[in-house]
């Protein structure tokens, strides 16, 4: 597993990391006991874990830091978000996202709170947690940020983008007039808008990308099917049906990329966004030991060539060439 840099910082990560995003929560489906996934993590050389305040209330930081309390904690980097209301009873909109609140104090107060779930004293990446232009533009908040960075409460800070795509000019602006050193959004062989114009960006500020859902919320992992239902709090019940059909239609249009024995459809995922200059990371949302094995084994699967990553670019511009599910 090799180790990577984001850009010109002190930060580095595993290439594969883990999004732990799922664990204690069936919002991606069951998962594995947190303790033996994130073990066996540390044996397949994975480094770097991604967590938030937000999941759960602080619930998965705590499975987190109770998972890792046992690691050499100069051997690995934890990296988690701040923003939300945690307290709060209120919801900004019908999709249920809690009030935020960027000041200085509050940022402050979370990255104590957070410190003291995940058992550490420091946190190596701390993350604005789906911020807009109101947070990137608050002088006080970024002045506390580089405050808690020089009493070694945090070593690097940036931006996390979501719970969509979005957000464009928000995380150009962390990049270019912020200059922060570390960007998270969704990027993946299905879904490259915005997240080439932040790869763009980052290489122009020497900064690194995190590249989440790299497996566009389990499409690219080749295990669905036309048939095939989510239940339960599984977050994916919500899509239409024709997300899963146009994207099972797009996944056969990239077969190319497999090769038996030696690199399945997952790990061709994951090695197109290694592929790119930019990115620091892989942050794959891990619920099972089968699908950690699989996403780790990408260090070891052959790297896409120049001619299948320019396939890839073709067929991105053509988008697929799929036929909308219901067209006449």
């Given amino acids: 597993m090799q180790q990577r840099r984001f850009g010109d910082s002190t930060l580095h990560a595993s290439e594969i990391a883990f999004g732990t995003w799922a664990l204690g929560s069936d919002w991606w489906g069951e998962t594995d006991d947190p303790d033996r996934l994130i073990g066996r993590a540390l044996e397949l050389g994975v480094t770097f874990f991604d967590t938030g305040d937000a999941y759960g209330q602080g619930r998965n930081e705590e499975i987190v830091g109770s998972a890792l309390a046992a690691a050499d904690r100069d051997a690995i980097q934890i990296s988690t978000k701040f923003g939300y209301e945690l307290d709060s ?8 996202e809690r009030p935020q609140n960027w000041s200085g104090e509050h940022a402050r107060a979370a990255l104590e709170a957070s410190l003291r779930r995940l058992r550490t004293d420091h946190v190596d990446l701390y993350q604005l947690h789906n911020p807009r232009m109101d947070a990137i533009e608050r002088d006080d908040l970024f002045a506390e940020l580089e405050a808690m960075r020089d009493e070694g409460k945090l070593g690097e800070y940036g931006v996390a983008l979501g719970p969509a795509i979005g957000w464009r000019d928000e995380g150009v602006a962390a990049l270019r007039e912020r200059g922060v050193p570390a960007l998270q959004t969704v990027y993946n062989l299905l879904e490259q808008e915005p997240g080439s114009d932040f790869l763009a960006a980052a290489e122009e500020t020497r900064a690194g990308v995190m590249a989440r859902v790299p497996t566009s919320s389990g499409l690219l ?14 977050h994916r019940r919500h ?6 059909l146009e994207g099972l239609q797009k996944v056969e249009r990239l077969r190319f990329l497999v090769l038996e024995g030696e690199r399945t459809m997952t790990q061709a995922a994951l090695k197109f966004i290694l592929a790119q ?3 620091a990371c892989v942050v794959p ?4 030991l089968a699908e950690l094995e699989e996403f780790a084994g990408t260090a070891d699967a052959p790297d896409l060539t120049a001619e299948e990553l320019s396939q890839v670019d073709a067929l991105y511009a053509r ?4 036929e909308p599910v219901g067209a006449a």
């Fill in 221 to 234: 992992e080749d295990k669905y099917t036309a048939e095939t239902t989510f239940s339960g709090n599984d």
């Fill in 285 to 288: 949302t891990v619920t099972t």
């Fill in 319 to 322: 988008r697929f060439d799929v």
């Fill in 277 to 279: 200059p930019a990115i």
């Fill in 89 to 96: 009873d209120r919801r900004q909109h019908a999709e249920g």
């Fill in 239 to 244: 899509r239409k049906r024709e997300w899963l």
